[in-house]
């Protein structure tokens, strides 16, 4: 039987990359995606270059706790097994680049750094939810979880090993998150909070869940021209950024996180999908890299992580997760009520 793979932000990108080469492998893939329309000219041009592929579309937003909640239902009803699941759908919304910071990174020699990580010369602005989150917390994270724990049930099948795979970021911080606010909503690294998170999280759910035969990994994809990146500079025309292919070829030769395609950037993620789970380290991001020579290769490096914090994390989600439950099943109950009474 085919191996059922689940990949959020299937329809751009680092994910729609990942399905063109998990496709080679013959899985059974669903793309978990937001904008219906957008999935299905992603699923139409998969199918041309896979003509004899099993590609389903799902929808789902991971910013709204109520359609991960529908979308986990429809993926039990749809399928017997998850064999993959891709947790892969990310924001950096509103990105400013500190112009001050980059430039005074090429006085004190740490702008190789800057450009690998983004860390000191990108800040954001987030949103609020109509659930009452901060949108990349929810985006990246929250809903992500959510997700997990609805489809455990498939995961943690009997006697199979199946794997969750983040897609995270070198941008992730220690010193951007907070336990007293992991939704950070107080600083201006959202983006960086949520994916130091999600290595956290990993972690935890290692230790709670690889009894069961699930195993968590978490990846950064490198530097990659998508709309994600595109968008920090939403002003100026796409058409600018391949002329500054060059520079960037040329910044290669520095550092091996400039993957710059989403297919090279897809590797660790990629490379995660043929590895024995069992054999892999809960302590490490598995980076996509690529040589100034254009030769692209995963690596594991360790990541700043502590058991501890990744347990009190770990806690707070479960208990965010009951009270959007109960949220729910409250209004759900006074819907019923409106509408016994309206006859
Ligand atoms: N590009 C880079 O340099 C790096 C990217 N990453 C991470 O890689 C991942 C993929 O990003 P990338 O491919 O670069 O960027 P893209 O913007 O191309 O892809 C992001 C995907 O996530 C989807 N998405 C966004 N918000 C939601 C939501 N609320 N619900 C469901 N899907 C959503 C997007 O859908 P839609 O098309 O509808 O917007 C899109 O399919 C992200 O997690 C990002 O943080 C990590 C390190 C570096
Ligand atoms: C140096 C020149 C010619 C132009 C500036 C390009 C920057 C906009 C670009 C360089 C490094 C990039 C980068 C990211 C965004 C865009 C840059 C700052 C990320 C922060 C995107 C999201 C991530 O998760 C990080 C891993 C990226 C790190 C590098």
């Not at 994390?313 to 479960?318: F, M, R, S, V, W």
Request: a neutral charge.
């Amino acid at each position: 039987m085919a191996k059922v793979v689940l990949v959020t932000g299937a329809n751009s990108g680092v994910g729609l990359a990942l399905c063109e080469r998990l496709l080679d492998e013959g899985v059974h893939l669903c793309m978990g995606c937001r904008n219906m329309q957008r999935a299905e000219t992603a699923r139409s041009a998969l199918l041309r270059s896979h003509p004899s592929a099993q590609v389903d579309v799902l929808q789902v937003d991971t910013s709204s706790t109520i359609s991960v909640l529908r979308a986990a239902q429809e993926f039990k009803l749809r399928y017997h097994r998850l064999d993959y699941l891709y947790l892969n759908a990310g924001i950096m919304p509103n990105p400013q680049f500190d112009v001050k910071a980059f430039f005074r990174g090429l006085l004190t020699g740490q702008v190789i750094e800057m450009l690998a990580t983004g860390v000191g010369i990108l800040t954001q602005k987030d949103n609020v939810t109509p659930d009452g989150f901060q949108e990349v917390f929810a985006t990246n994270l929250f809903g992500h979880f959510l997700l997990f724990r609805e489809l455990e049930s498939l995961l943690c099948g009997s006697g199979q090993t199946s794997q969750l795979i983040w897609t995270s970021s070198s941008n992730a911080q220690r010193s951007a998150f907070s336990l007293d606010d992991i939704q950070h909503r107080a600083g201006s690294q959202p983006y960086s909070s949520s994916k130091y998170a999600s290595d956290l999280l990993s972690l935890a759910l290692n230790t709670h869940y690889n009894q069961q035969g699930l195993y968590s990994s978490v990846t950064c994809p490198g530097f990659v021209m998508t709309n994600l990146t595109y968008r920090v500079f939403p002003s100026i025309p796409a058409f600018f950024w391949t002329l500054l292919m060059p520079v960037f070829w040329l910044i290669r030769m520095f550092t091996n996180t400039f993957t710059l395609t989403p297919h090279y950037g897809a590797e660790a993620l990629f490379y995660l999908f043929k590895q024995k789970p069992e054999a892999l380290d809960p302590y490490s991001k598995y980076h996509s890299l690529t040589s100034g020579l254009g030769y692209t290769y995963s690596e594991a490096r360790k990541m700043d992580v502590d058991l501890k914090t990744s347990e009190a994390l770990y806690e707070k989600l479960l208990q965010l997760e009951s009270e959007e439950k109960r949220k729910l099943q409250d209004q759900q109950k006074t819907f019923d009520v409106r509408k016994q009474r309206s006859g």
